[in-house]
């Protein structure tokens, strides 16, 4: 049958990335985000908590890049990352810190990797979340990174972001 809720072991697999990188528990990890991709793969329900999972397993490919500091692990995640922010519902807070947090791991990987498009790409979420958001901490939030990824492009956008936060 179809899904009403985020299936539980999702967020099990979710909580088990947490614990195990908090641990430094590396199996633990990976046991986490074997959970998560098999709920993912069984899940039959509405796109918005399909969502929810896609975040679920970004944030847990996320722990296992800070373990691992693989940039495989990192490019792995963000393809759920975005997954996270394009199925959530236009205007719900969730799409707005899914894109703030896709925005984050988009510039995690320009630190590692140098390639400017993804740094454009993470200030442009920013600019749109910092603009849009109707949480003021989320928009806040994005207004800083916004400033900072700005600043490490020697662009203008710095004093627009610092306007808006």
């Avoid at 908090?22 to 098999?38: C, E, M, Y």
């Avoid at 700005?150 to 610092?162: I, K, N, P, R």
Wanted: glycine letters at 4%; proline letters at 4%.
């Amino acid at each position: 049958g179809r899904h009403t809720r985020v299936p539980p072991e999702a967020i099990q697999g979710y909580l088990m990335a947490v614990d195990g990188e908090t641990r430094k528990d590396l199996p633990t990890v990976q046991n986490g985000i074997r959970l998560i991709s098999t709920a993912r793969k069984a899940f039959s329900g509405p796109t918005y908590l399909e969502s929810h999972i896609e975040n679920y397993l970004a944030k847990a490919m996320t722990c296992r890049f800070r373990l691992t500091t693989s940039n495989d692990d990192l490019e792995l995640a963000i393809p759920h990352a975005s997954l996270a922010f394009e199925k959530a519902h236009e205007g719900s807070p969730y799409r707005f810190q899914y894109a703030l947090e896709f925005g984050q791991l988009l510039m995690t990987s320009f630190q590692h990797t140098n390639y400017s498009k993804q740094r454009d790409d993470a200030i442009a979420h920013f600019c749109s979340v910092a603009m849009s958001s109707t949480w003021p901490s989320i928009r806040l939030d994005a207004a800083i990174q916004w400033a900072d990824a700005a600043e490490l492009s020697d662009s203008a956008g710095v004093v627009d972001a610092l306007e808006i936060a």
